[in-house]
């Protein structure tokens, strides 16, 4: 998963790198690029790391047990 995060995160950016390069300068384009890239990596790594959290807490047990008679 998180491979497959990262190789379409470096192709998304590269497209929106060569898009915006015809309108903004490079110079000021990389900077504003490097925090999108940053902020969407520590998403990413924050939303798996709450999905194990949420795998690795007990489940509560909502049935009740029936008596048993040891007649």
Same mark, same amino acid.
Not at 57 to 71: C, I, L, V
């Given at each position: 998963?998180?491979?497959?995060?990262? /190789? !379409?995160?470096?192709?998304?950016?590269?497209?929106?790198?060569?898009? =915006?390069?015809?309108?903004?300068?490079? $110079?000021?384009?990389?900077?504003?690029?490097?925090?999108?890239?940053?902020? /969407? !990596?520590?998403?990413?790594?924050?939303?798996?790391?709450?999905?194990? =959290?949420?795998?690795?807490?007990?489940? $509560?047990?909502?049935?009740?047990?029936?008596?048993?008679?040891?007649?």
């Amino acid at each position: 998963m998180v491979t497959f995060t990262h /190789t !379409i995160s470096v192709f998304a950016l590269g497209f929106v790198t060569l898009f =915006l390069s015809q309108y903004v300068l490079p $110079e000021t384009l990389y900077p504003v690029l490097g925090a999108i890239s940053g902020i /969407t !990596i520590v998403w990413i790594g924050g939303t798996l790391f709450v999905r194990r =959290l949420h795998k690795l807490r007990p489940q $509560e047990h909502h049935h009740e047990h029936g008596q048993r008679s040891w007649a």
